[in-house]
């Protein structure tokens, strides 16, 4: 079955550490995207990618940090410098960018404390 | 930069009853638009989305929505909604950069 993967569903870290949130697709896709979520704000674009090697800041970037080393694969990185980290994180996946509909990973819930 | 507004916070509908839910957008051009449902502590799913053609689109789940270029509209609806339609819905546009999501509007539906 194709579709987009994110792992883990819970993850918990001490504030101060960085941490590495996973995103698989075998879709084919060349644009992914993450999001962070939060109640009563939508979503909001931290990171995009249009193709393997290239990504460019969304309206929240920073504190995150992200690599896209594979078409498959694009992993975000919550730094120690993102102020408030806990959150719900949400990656995608589309055809093209801003056009092609997207296609949503279950999401990863961030708890920092 | 492009906008979307979604007025409705929260809605409360009851079973077998018509839904509405506004959307709104600011862009110069012919957007993409997109709606998306989500239920608590998932991802997002695709309803239907709009790109040309005729304005009436049909999506998943009997849903359907209207693009009324004159009002920068993207209304969804449902003549009868389901106790299993209670979840969060997400307008989006597209500028053919990157996405832009509304707040949502979260689905209260009463047996």
């Known amino acids: 079955d194709g579709g987009i993967t994110q792992s883990p569903k819970y993850l918990f870290r001490k504030e101060g550490q960085n941490v590495t949130l996973s995103c698989e697709q075998n879709?084919?896709?060349?644009?992914m995207y993450w999001y962070r979520q939060d109640p009563g704000q939508g979503l909001r674009l931290i990171y995009y990618s249009q193709i393997v090697n290239d990504f460019q800041k969304g309206d929240i970037a920073e504190g995150y940090s992200v690599s896209r080393e594979k078409k498959e694969s694009f992993p975000l990185t919550v730094t120690s410098a993102q102020k408030n980290p806990t959150a719900f994180y949400l990656c995608?996946?589309?055809?093209?960018?801003?056009?092609?509909?997207?296609?949503f990973g279950p999401g990863t819930r961030l708890t920092v404390t | 930069a492009q906008s979307v507004t979604q007025p409705d916070i929260h809605i409360t509908v009851s079973e077998g009853a018509s839904l509405e839910l506004r959307c709104n957008y600011s862009y110069g051009a012919t957007p993409y638009l997109f709606w998306y449902v989500q239920s608590p502590g998932q991802g997002l799913q695709l309803l239907l989305k709009?790109?040309?053609?005729?304005?009436l689109v049909q999506g998943i789940k009997g849903f359907e929505a209207e693009f009324k270029r004159s009002q920068s509209s993207f209304n969804l609806r449902k003549p009868s909604v389901h106790w299993s339609d209670a979840a969060e819905y997400f307008c989006?546009?597209?500028?053919?950069?990157?996405?832009?999501f509304g707040t949502g509007t979260s689905l209260t539906v009463i047996p």
């Open positions: 989006a546009v597209g500028d053919g950069n990157q996405f832009y």
């Open positions: 879709l084919n896709h060349d644009a």
């Open positions: 995608a996946s589309s055809t093209n960018t801003g056009t092609g509909e997207q296609y």
């Open positions: 709009y790109f040309s053609g005729d304005t």
